[in-house]
């Protein structure tokens, strides 16, 4: 193939952020490879990253014009760009007017440009004057944010891919990151082919791919992980391994910890678990003993009723032995989407604020409001992802404005949703693909452009911003996302959206961050695209970046001590199994697909790893239940029915069964949508839905 041009981006999907060429020919179609001088994958990508280009050349599924309906007996017809969105400003206005600004909101992803995020923030909480806007970050991210940020003041990510290289032991806990993040996992596992020194845990009531690689896989039952890592916590100390003076000098709270961990013995703990007492003293002396602790986490973690209270426990593994702020060592949370770090930035969530500053804080919210020139910014936090949907259902939400997330498939208890969407008075739906479920409910379609179709930038896991090229036109009338944006904002008469490019929307963001611990007042465009990726912060002239923070046992709390969170209780308060919903479904992810397939279903390559969603059983369960391997089987909950086949596998533990997350409606049936079954209930703390525990027939 002759290449016209090649350009320099990363890959759209996972937070591992890896750096991908893009070449596009003369006819405009793109292929893609790995790039070999970038710091997080040097050349490799995983099937999904190394497939992107059939995503981007095939655009028939594509959503080409805005299409509109004036009334809900009428169907979606084509209109101008001008018509959609003087028609949604006309109707913004008038519901802000009758209803007042808490009556609209926009629901937004981790997958959105930090550029994109921080627009729709500023519209919503500077202009709009509500907090309504979230994110799908909330059904991943936000009990680590919560975790994070109590344990160490902010939601700061230690540590970087580096420290893998340079650590012993890893602690992988409720992910599954050789599906999920293959190009990090691909790292560990080089490191340990090399080092057979290095020692992997893995806790996950399913024996994943992660799993069989671990030197000791802790096969829990579901939502006991608190008392699991609090048993360890217990181990550490009685054996001698807790770091006395790091616990002195560098912590608060620490008794409080002890007392709550010596209240239950080991043989308890590993009953509650469902292991032995001998998995966890194995445990305990590989992490007590090791130079460089790492713990990595993800959705077995925080999508759960106890999900900030499980990173709590997690964390505090990390503070009771000083492993942080060492190289080599560190709580790692292992980000889902490619830029859910820099929507966390930007305050992306209904009760954060741009910079990491705090709404509850009266002056944080001046500084903020004075900084876009305006009034003020509203105390009140907005609708959580689950509550404004709950507000749609109920009325008291007029409007909502979805952007890059097909809530439809991805939202728990989908009948709900359902009801949420047909019940609001105005939904417009932002999105690139006409396979979004989410689009048979919308009165206003907006076409995007898609990856490589739009420039901006993204965060990673470890805190690196990468800038993205565009290489390509979008198909038809679609454009970019900040650009529909900042239109629809000057159409409603807002000040501030006046940008002549994406760069300058950087820059206003950047010295935004002027001074505070994420400072990146000296990036821009430029040195993003001459130098590479960089670790934030970079808050001098000339500076390199920061890999990893807290060097100094210096946290942003106002103690500047890190934190021993205690939960409020050790076990799970998710729904409990009865006899009539006696097994526990757990969802999550296959390898090649991703999320609600708008993307990876169009690569037949992806597609033969699981041609269709399957419920995994143990055979115990299916004997019980008297299926076969490849049965159909009735799933049900209090909520709704899934019915797919069975695959039978000894990888799952007893009482437990798995369903994909990915499928909505492509088989034109909603009976393989996992959400169908799944609950609303939430995390107190963190408003993250409990996706990993419904109780199911
Ligand atoms: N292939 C692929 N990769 C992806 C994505 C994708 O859609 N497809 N999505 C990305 C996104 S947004 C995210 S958030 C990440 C998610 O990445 P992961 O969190 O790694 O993926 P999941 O499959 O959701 O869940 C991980 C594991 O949690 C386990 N688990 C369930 N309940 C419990 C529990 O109570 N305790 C413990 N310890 N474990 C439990 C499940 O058995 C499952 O194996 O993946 C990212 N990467
Ligand atoms: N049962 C269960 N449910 C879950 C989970 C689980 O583990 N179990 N995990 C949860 C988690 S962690 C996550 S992150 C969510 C993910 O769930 P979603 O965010 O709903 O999933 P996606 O398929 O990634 O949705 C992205 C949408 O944006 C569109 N899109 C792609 N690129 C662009 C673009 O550039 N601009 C615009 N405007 N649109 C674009 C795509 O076509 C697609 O419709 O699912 C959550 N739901
Ligand atoms: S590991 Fe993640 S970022 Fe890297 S190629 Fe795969 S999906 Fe893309
Ligand atoms: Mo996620």
């Known amino acids: ?108 992803s981790g997958q959105c440009l930090t550029e994109e995020y921080y627009i729709a923030n500023k519209l919503a909480k500077g202009f709009f004057g509500t907090n309504n806007i979230d994110t799908n970050s909330r059904l991943c991210m936000s009990s680590a944010v919560v975790a994070y940020k109590k344990t160490f003041g902010e939601d700061s990510v230690p540590i970087s891919y580096e420290d893998i290289e340079l650590a012993d032991t890893f602690l992988i806990a409720g992910a599954n990151p050789a599906w999920c993040h293959p190009i990090l996992f691909r790292r560990l596992e080089k490191h340990k082919e090399k080092n057979p020194n290095v020692k992997i845990i893995v806790v ?132 889902g989407q490619p830029n859910a770090m820099g929507g966390r930035e930007v305050g992306g969530m209904a009760n954060l604020l741009a910079v990491h500053k705090d709404l509850n804080n009266p002056v944080h919210r001046q500084e903020v409001a004075n900084f876009w020139g305006v009034n003020e910014i509203s105390p009140e936090p907005g609708y959580s992802a689950t509550e404004m949907f709950d507000a749609l259902e109920s009325g008291e939400m007029k409007a909502v404005w979805i952007i890059c997330t097909n809530p439809m498939v991805s939202l728990p208890n989908s009948k709900r949703i359902e009801r949420a969407m047909k019940n609001a008075k105005f939904v417009v739906v932002q999105d690139i693909s006409h396979k979004a479920d989410t689009l048979e409910y919308a009165d206003l379609v907006l076409p995007a452009a898609g990856w490589l179709e739009k420039e901006g930038t993204m965060t990673n896991s470890e805190r690196r911003i990468s800038y993205l090229t565009k290489g390509i036109n979008p198909p038809g009338e679609a454009r970019p996302d900040v650009e529909i944006l900042c239109d629809f904002a000057r159409r409603m008469g807002f000040r501030g959206f006046n940008f002549n490019n994406t760069e300058e929307i950087y820059e206003e963001y950047c010295a935004m961050t002027k001074g505070t611990n994420i400072d990146i007042s000296f990036l821009n465009y430029d040195r993003l695209k001459s130098e590479g990726t960089f670790q934030w912060p970079v808050p001098e002239y000339r500076h390199q970046g920061t890999p990893r923070l807290f060097a100094n046992n210096k946290f942003y709390t106002p103690s500047q001590k890190a934190v021993f969170n205690i939960p409020a209780q050790i076990e799970n308060t998710s729904e409990k199994t009865s006899k009539e919903y006696p097994l526990i479904l757990t ?111």
């Open 204 to 335: 996950d009531p399913r024996k994943t791919d992660s799993a069989s690689f671990a030197d000791i896989h802790l096969q829990i039952i579901p939502g006991t992980d608190i008392i699991l890592y609090n048993a360890i916590g217990r181990k550490l100390i009685e054996n001698g391994f807790s770091d006395k003076e790091f616990i002195k000098n560098h912590t608060e709270n620490y008794l409080d910890y002890r007392n709550q961990v010596m209240a239950t013995s080991i043989k308890d703990a590993a009953k509650l678990c469902g292991i032995s007492v001998k998995e966890i003293a194995e445990t305990a002396k590989l992490i007590g003993e090791s130079k460089g602790f790492i713990s990595m986490w993800a959705m077995g973690l925080n999508q759960s009723a106890v999900g900030t209270d499980k990173n709590f426990s997690l964390l505090n593994l990390s503070l009771v032995t000083g492993s942080i702020g060492k190289p080599g060592n560190g709580p790692f949370s292992l980000t």
């Open 587 to 697: 969802t999550g992810r296959i390898r090649d697909q991703w999320h609600t397939m708008t993307k990876t279903q169009k690569v037949s390559r992806l597609r033969t790893h699981y041609p269709s969603p399957v419920l995994e059983i143990n055979p115990i369960d299916a004997y019980i239940d008297k299926v076969k391997d490849g049965d159909v089987v009735e799933v049900k909950s209090k909520n709704g029915i899934v019915r797919v086949k069975a695959k039978l596998s000894k990888n799952i533990r007893e009482g437990v069964v798995f369903l994909p997350m990915h499928w909505g409606k492509q088989l034109q049936s909603d009976l393989n949508r996992a959400n169908n079954l799944t609950n609303t209930v939430v995390d107190p703390q963190s408003k993250e839905p409990d996706f990993k525990f419904t109780t199911v027939s």
């Open 1 to 108: 193939m002759i290449l016209d041009k090649k350009v320099k981006t990363t890959c759209s999907y996972c937070g591992v952020g890896c750096g991908i060429v893009a070449g596009v020919d003369a006819q405009n179609k793109v292929h893609v490879e790995g790039d070999q001088d970038h710091p997080v994958n040097q050349g490799m990508l995983c099937s999904k990253g190394m497939n992107l280009h059939y995503v981007v050349n095939d655009t028939s599924d594509r959503i080409l014009y805005p299409e509109m309906r004036w009334s809900r007996s009428h169907p979606r017809e084509r209109v101008s760009w001008d018509e959609g969105l003087d028609r949604a400003a006309r109707v913004f206005k008038s519901l802000i007017q009758k209803y007042g600004p808490k009556s609209v909101g926009f629901y937004i």
